[in-house]
């Protein structure tokens, strides 16, 4: 089976699936990757650090990540052009591919869970993790079963949106790091170059 058929086939699926409960559930889950609620959450969380831990490297490290993952999900769609999925009752703008929501979930939750997790235990970052990556797949699940995007639009921007945050955590440990390391929490370099919680 092809891509589009694949796309075609799980569209289809949900069409053929929908409840009424379970839309209305979506609609809310779906906007947990919307620009407006991700930026507050991406502001907040920075400003929160800015005033508490005096330093603005959690608060830029979260805008580079969503804002750039934002902007090449853009220009992909501008290049691409890929039509969307018939419409089905739910107003969605824009090219398809990749799915912005999804996008944005996987990059802005992701990078929250770097920052916010710094220094926990294991444990606790495994759930942390946990949690922001089942928001991402919810986000990208909803999209789909909205009928707002193909399968493929949603594979895609996950992968972007986490490939750009791997992007970004790694240029900051290597281009952004206080030779002094950073303490109480924030970003710092492992011997490998990697990101190390502290």
Do not use: C, N
């Amino acid at each position: 089976m092809t891509l589009a058929g694949l796309d075609a086939s799980v569209e289809r699926f949900m069409v053929d699936h929908r409840v009424a409960w379970l839309t209305s559930v979506m609609r809310a889950v779906t906007h947990l990757g919307s620009a407006a609620w991700l930026v507050w959450l991406v502001a907040g969380v920075g400003l929160a650090y800015v005033m508490v831990r005096r330093t603005v490297r959690p608060l830029l490290f979260l805008a580079i990540t969503f804002g750039g993952a934002a902007a090449l999900a853009h220009l992909l769609k501008l290049a691409i052009g890929r039509h969307r999925p018939p419409p089905s009752g739910v107003v969605a703008h824009g090219a398809s591919f990749p799915s912005g929501h999804a996008t944005g979930a996987a990059a802005a939750f992701g990078a929250v869970a770097v920052v916010v997790l710094a220094g926990r235990a294991p444990p606790t970052r495994r759930a942390g993790w946990t949690v922001a990556v089942t928001i991402a797949l919810a986000v990208a699940f909803s999209r789909v079963y909205l009928g707002v995007h193909w399968l493929t639009d949603v594979i895609g921007g996950l992968a972007l949106g986490w490939g750009w945050l791997y992007v970004v955590a790694r240029a900051e440990s290597r281009l952004l790091r206080d030779p002094r390391g950073v303490e109480g929490g924030h970003l710092a370099q492992d011997p490998g170059g990697g990101l190390e919680q502290r």
